[in-house]
């Protein structure tokens, strides 16, 4: 079975950093692009970052600069390091599998979450 | 930057038929991929590359793509398919969200 499970989650003071994991297990993580994508209470989903086979990385102006994607494939893991932490950036954060060409990803499966809280 | 436009909310009657757009600037002329999402729960998959449904996704969800609107089309609507719905689609690096639409199951 495909999954991906999260954590890291937590209460961080704004202007602090946060490390978010995400284990995979059930298929070759080595081969697909992962996304981490979030969603603030009561509202839509944002996507946060992706991170291709080779390493390669992309973002949106929202976090550039600030959150950092990376990936273990020997550990089947997934990290976003996030750095200067707002209260806006406050949400679940999701790990998705990227499935699909590259460009143009589709997310399946999807991680249940983890909780990020900025707030002193 | 571009932008994915969704009705807030739809209604549908049980056992009628839902039809849920996403518009944007020439939306036609890119893949668009639909996840369902249901209090609490993470985001599923039910359509990708416009009109194509994933395994254990049932044949009453289908989607189309031309011009300025995708639309995701819930056949026999059942009380089980209450949810938000999200179109996603790529933009040059990016990737961009529709805002959502709630679906309501009367």
């Known amino acids: 079975e495909v999954q991906l499970v999260e954590s890291g989650g937590g209460l961080v003071q704004p202007g602090g950093s946060l490390r978010l994991s995400c284990a995979a297990s059930g298929f070759t993580f080595s081969s697909y692009d992962m996304h981490w994508v979030r969603q603030a209470t009561g509202k839509g989903l944002e996507w946060v970052s ?8 992309y973002y949106p102006g929202s976090v550039k600069g600030r959150f950092t994607i990376s990936r273990e494939n020997a550990k089947n893991s997934l990290y976003l390091q996030m750095n200067s932490l707002r209260a806006g950036d406050t949400a679940v954060y999701y790990c998705a599998r990227g499935y699909g060409i590259r460009g143009n ?16 | 930057s571009y932008e994915l436009t969704q009705p807030l909310s739809v209604s549908v009657a049980l056992g ?3 039809r849920i757009t996403c518009g944007g600037n020439n939306i036609g002329s890119k893949n668009v991929h639909w996840y369902q999402q249901k209090p609490g729960q993470a985001p599923v998959l039910v359509i990708y590359r416009d009109s194509n449904r994933p395994s254990g996704i049932p044949e009453r969800f289908s989607g189309s793509n031309s011009g300025n609107t995708a639309t995701l089309t819930i056949s026999r609507a059942q009380a ?11 933009d040059s690096s990016d990737v961009v969200f529709g805002g959502g639409t709630k679906l309501t199951v009367l």
């Open chain 1, 50 to 57: 992706a991170i291709g086979t080779a390493g390669d990385t």
């Open chain 1, 105 to 120: 990803n589709w997310f399946d499966p999807w991680g249940q979450g983890t909780l990020v809280t900025v707030s002193s």
């Open chain 2, 16 to 18: 009628q038929t839902a």
């Open chain 2, 80 to 90: 089980g398919d209450e949810a938000d719905y999200y179109c996603q689609v790529w």
